[in-house]
């Protein structure tokens, strides 16, 4: 089955810098990629996802970049608040019989004013 | 706005005992989902449903099993809950899976403990 890697499992960055968290993935059938925010307390909650017929996708601060030959995408965070500090996982949809997404282990992102 | 409302937001069980995590979602998603939490091991797939009535092994079914009799409910149960099973649990809906799969909504959470 898939399998997706996440690094760093920590994060610290001062208010105003970018962040960026990589995953990589092995199924090369994969096809769907989204990231997913974890607030203190919720459940995660989607923020920006891309497929792979598409290699970038930006929505106001937050990106993220694919590239299916070496398999791995990127969220890119730029000037980064005090509110963006949470846990951020990426995902990958599995395609063997029904598609299921596959997590990585998740980056605490903290964000420090 | 998509609302995956679960039951209970803390429990505490012992060893043994059989374990009901009920889980609702009022969008007419075709698929629901229970993912367990794990610090240091993210989020594991449980078992998941793409039809009433129906249900999929995910990676870790062991211990566990489902129910879903109608469209809006899916139920984890823990037929004989373990210590190693002390864990957060959390339910999600999709609009459609399959090869044009849509993004998952997530309850807040059961965490369990078992003792």
């Known amino acids: 089955g898939e399998n997706v890697e996440q690094h760093p499992s920590t994060l610290s960055v001062q208010e105003g810098d970018s962040a960026v968290i990589k995953c990589t993935y092995s199924?090369?059938?994969?096809?769907?990629f989204p990231w997913y925010k974890q607030e203190l307390g919720k459940g995660p909650q989607l923020i920006i996802d891309?497929?792979?017929?598409?290699g970038e996708k930006k929505d106001q601060r937050i990106a993220v970049t694919l590239n299916k030959t070496a398999k791995h995408f990127s969220l890119h965070i730029t000037e980064t608040q005090p509110e963006d500090s949470a846990v951020y996982f990426c995902a990958a949809s599995s395609n063997s019989g029904y598609s299921t997404l596959t997590f990585g282990k998740g980056t605490m992102l903290l964000v420090s004013p | 706005d998509v609302k995956v409302t679960q039951s209970s937001r803390y429990l505490v069980k012992r060893t043994g005992e059989k374990v009901f995590l009920e889980c609702v979602q009022d969008?007419?998603?075709?698929?629901m989902f229970w993912y367990r939490q794990d610090p240091g091991l993210g989020l594991r797939l449980i078992y998941f449903s793409y039809d009433v009535k129906m249900k999929e092994k995910g990676d870790i079914p062991e211990g566990y099993s489902v129910s879903r009799e109608k469209k809006e409910r899916f139920s984890l149960i823990l037929e004989s809950a373990s210590t190693n099973q002390t864990s957060m649990y959390l339910c999600a809906s999709s609009l459609r899976g399959g090869w044009a799969i849509s993004p998952l909504h997530f309850g807040n959470g059961t965490r369990l403990t078992v003792t």
């Open positions: 969008m007419d998603h075709e698929n």
């Open positions: 199924d090369s059938a994969s096809n769907y």
């Open positions: 891309i497929r792979s017929n598409v």
